[in-house]
């Protein structure tokens, strides 16, 4: 009864801190994502310096947003400052120019594995002397190995890293896929002037099967394109081209779920289904969540492959 009791008011307490989010598509029905929102609304009170580590395009500086959102700095702006977007050079000017101006703020380092190695030293001082900013970084990459290296100074890693955070992969977060792509397509359909939009259940179940190596960003973008594609009202699985960088044309095909002339509905479905039960190494429940089908129906699925001949 008490862990009923306790899940209850998990679930409670993530459903009114998702309905309190306006920083983009963070929404989900992944558990591992709750907690990491959980987590992150508990230390947004706090003073403590944050590392948010993860892919890109899987969110980091939304979130790293929402911290300064539900912290007691939130009536004032926040500064950020995109480390690998700033020339090495220009850097530093920058750096004095936020710290005068986000005293008793936020200050936000995007991609701080980037950070000159005199910047560094300038933040682990501003750090020292305990100056009014709060200090949230973003990382791609991971500092720890390149504190290793030699390539980011050790002191400031542990002083940035006093809460660490791993945001998940899109691929990893189950069930999310099709609840944020229908954030993005409704959001393109009023930015281009179209009728609401819904997906279709085959739309669904390409995008469940793509691997996502732009995690939200990429995501983003698909659906905006489906949006414009479209016909009528519903996404169908025609509507989804994925732009996939650094792979070859044979690569995408042999993952199965391009359709081409001779092909049926069927066959690729089949296709999509073998692919995730490979890319989860045959485990069934992962494939079933990440296909957003039931594990009954997957079950079926391979029976009548196994029938047809086909090893599954």
Known sequence: MRNEIRENHFERTNENLVKSIQLGPVASVDRQYNELLTLADTVAKSKASVLILGEFGTGKRSLARFIHERSTRSSKQFFMMNCRETALGEQESLFNSLVDQARGSTLIFAEIWKLAPAVQLKLLELIQIGADIRIVATSSRSVSNLVKNGEFREELYYRLNVVNMKIPSLQERFGDIELIAQNFISKAARAHGRPEMKLSEEAILLLNSHRWPGNIRELEGVCERSVLLAQGAEIRAKDIQFQVANESKASVEAQGTSWKPG???????????????????GNRTHTAKALGISIRTLRNKLAEYRVMGIKA
Request: glycine letters at 0%; hydrophobic letters at 40%.
């Open 263 to 281: 092909r049926t509905l069927d066959e690729v479905e089949r296709n999509v289904i073998l692919d995730a039960l490979k890319h989860f190494s």
